[in-house]
């Protein structure tokens, strides 16, 4: 069976996403979120969803706070959410130096060093805070980097965004069986992976794990690549300090991780990521449905997009 070409459509809407990543690429990180400054209101006023899900989030996360401070939250964590979109053609298309010079400090890099030192893998947990895309810039420029991969509902952007990805030397592995095999090589060679801990996975590879007191379904991906490996964890966050740049900051993950009980080490994960997102709980991405499989499991649906049910 042949691959299906992308479709005109498709190919139009990659060419113009692509003009205006080349175009932003061009501008300063303070221009950038000037404009996500405007357009954090607007999608929570207009795009029903991505405000709906924040909110709900948030309400799980901050229970204490009122209606007004969550609005409030919500529409800062939208601007930032907003301000990685722009900056896509920044961590992807600007010269390398102009990418390594808005990167301000790196906290951390020490946690790396020694296991590598001592010949361990590292994994990294990256969640969808800050600006991944810059973490992971700097990640492939200063070690051997393999992540895994997943091509784009637009299929005209697949060979943009692999080549932004791949461009400082990361290594891109599919989501499946080989990719995982991928994985596993790596570490076995002493280098770093990239995980996202964050997304949820398809039933039957992950378990149910609490993520700020709610249950979440969490991959089970590491406790398998740890046991296999005895690589070190730590968590990886791009932390951007709007309209000049990125802090770098690795921190160790807990220690849950290393459990070899799938839903101990997803916990875990979670409270790894719950440990980022304290950094500046505003920049991390909760448009994201990150409690959907529980709907779907408590519903008995195969999918649980509408938000009413979430």
Known sequence: MTEQSPSKKSLFLARTITSLWKLLAGWSLAALWRIAMLLGPLVYRFSKRERQVTQINLEVVNPEATASQRKALAIQSLRHSAATMLELGHAWMAAPNKVETSILSVHGRDKLDIARADGRGVIVLAPHFGNWEVLNFWLSSHFPFTAMYEPPKIA?????????????????????????????KALKRSEAIGILPDQEPNWGSGVFAPFYGRDAYTATLLPKLVARTQARVVTGVALRVPGKGFEIHFLD??????????????????????????????????????????????????????????
């Open 156 to 184: 005209g952007l697949e060979p943009v965004i692999r080549h932004g990805r791949e461009r400082m030397g990361a290594r891109l592995v599919p989501t499946n069986a080989r990719g995982v095999a991928a994985l596993l």
């Open 253 to 310: 993950a807990d220690e849950q991780v290393y459990s070899e009980d799938d839903v101990v080490s997803a916990s875990g994960v979670n409270a790894s990521v719950e440990a980022s997102i304290a950094l500046d709980p505003v920049q991390y991405q909760w448009e994201y449905k990150r409690y959907r499989k529980v709907i779907e499991q408590q519903q008995g649906l195969p999918n649980a997009d509408d938000f009413r049910l979430y």
